[in-house]
C-alpha cells in the first residue's frame, strides 16, 4: 500500500506555495487568464465524474484515507486469501438469505393455514348460533302450543264442549 501521510504532507506543502508561486510569476496575457487551466478543467471532470459516497465522506472528515495500492503491489497469497474469505462470506450471505425466503415461504403458508382456521371456525360458530336459535324457536313453539293444549285440556274440564271438541288433536 501507499504510505498517505508523507503523500498528504507533501500535497499540502504543494498547495500552500503555489499561491505565493503565482504571485511572483510574470502576469499572463487579460486572454490566458480567462481561459481555464488543464488542471482547473480536470479538477472539474473528476468533481463531477466521483460519485457521492456519504461513507467515503465521513471517513474522510474522521481523517481516514483509504486508498487501494494497484493489485501488482500487493501480496499474491494475501490476495487469494482475501478473494477466499470474500467468497466465504458471500455463500454465508447466500445461505442466511435462502433461509430467510424459506422461513418467509413457511411463516406465509402457516399464516394462510391460521387464516383458513380462522374462517373455519368463524362459520362454525355462525353455524352454532343458527342452530342455537333455530332450537330456541322450536323450544318457544313446543312450549305455546304445550300451554294451547293444556288450557284445552283445562276447558274440557270445565265443560267447555266446544273447545274441548276443537282441541281433540295431540300436542305434538
Same mark, same amino acid.
Given at each position: ?5 508523507? #503523500? *498528504? ?5 504543494? #498547495? ?5 508561486? $503565482?504571485?511572483?510569476?510574470?502576469? =499572463?496575457?487579460?486572454? $490566458? ?11 472539474? !471532470?473528476?468533481?463531477? !465524474?466521483? =460519485?457521492?459516497?456519504?461513507? &467515503? ?18 501480496? =499474491? ?7 477466499? #474469505?470474500? %467468497? ?12 430467510? +425466503? ?5 411463516? $406465509?403458508?402457516?399464516?394462510? /393455514?391460521?387464516?383458513?382456521? *380462522? ?12 342452530? *342455537?336459535?333455530?332450537?330456541? /324457536? &322450536?323450544?318457544?313453539?313446543?312450549? +305455546? ?8 285440556? !283445562?276447558?274440557?274440564?270445565?265443560? %267447555? ?12
Amino acid at each position: 500500500m501507499t504510505p498517505v501521510r508523507p #503523500l *498528504l504532507a507533501a500535497l499540502t506543502v504543494a #498547495l500552500m506555495v503555489t499561491p505565493a508561486l $503565482a504571485q511572483t510569476a510574470a502576469k =499572463p496575457a487579460k486572454a $490566458a487568464a480567462q481561459t481555464p487551466s488543464a488542471a482547473q478543467i480536470q479538477a472539474q !471532470a473528476q468533481a463531477q !465524474a466521483a =460519485p457521492h459516497d456519504p461513507v &467515503a465522506d465521513l471517513l474522510r472528515s474522521q481523517g481516514e484515507r483509504y486508498h487501494r495500492a494497484p493489485d501488482s503491489a500487493q501480496d =499474491p497469497d494475501e490476495l487469494r486469501r482475501t478473494q477466499a #474469505l470474500n %467468497d466465504e462470506i458471500v455463500a454465508q450471505n447466500d445461505l442466511a438469505e435462502n433461509e430467510d +425466503r424459506a422461513n418467509a415461504a413457511a411463516h $406465509a403458508k402457516a399464516q394462510a /393455514q391460521y387464516q383458513a382456521e *380462522l374462517e373455519t371456525a368463524e362459520i362454525e360458530r355462525q353455524r352454532h348460533e343458527a342452530d *342455537l336459535r333455530t332450537a330456541a /324457536q &322450536a323450544q318457544a313453539d313446543y312450549e +305455546r302450543r304445550m300451554a294451547e293444549w293444556r288450557d284445552t285440556v !283445562a276447558a274440557c274440564g270445565r265443560g %267447555d264442549r266446544a273447545r274441548c271438541e276443537a282441541g281433540r288433536q295431540s300436542p305434538n
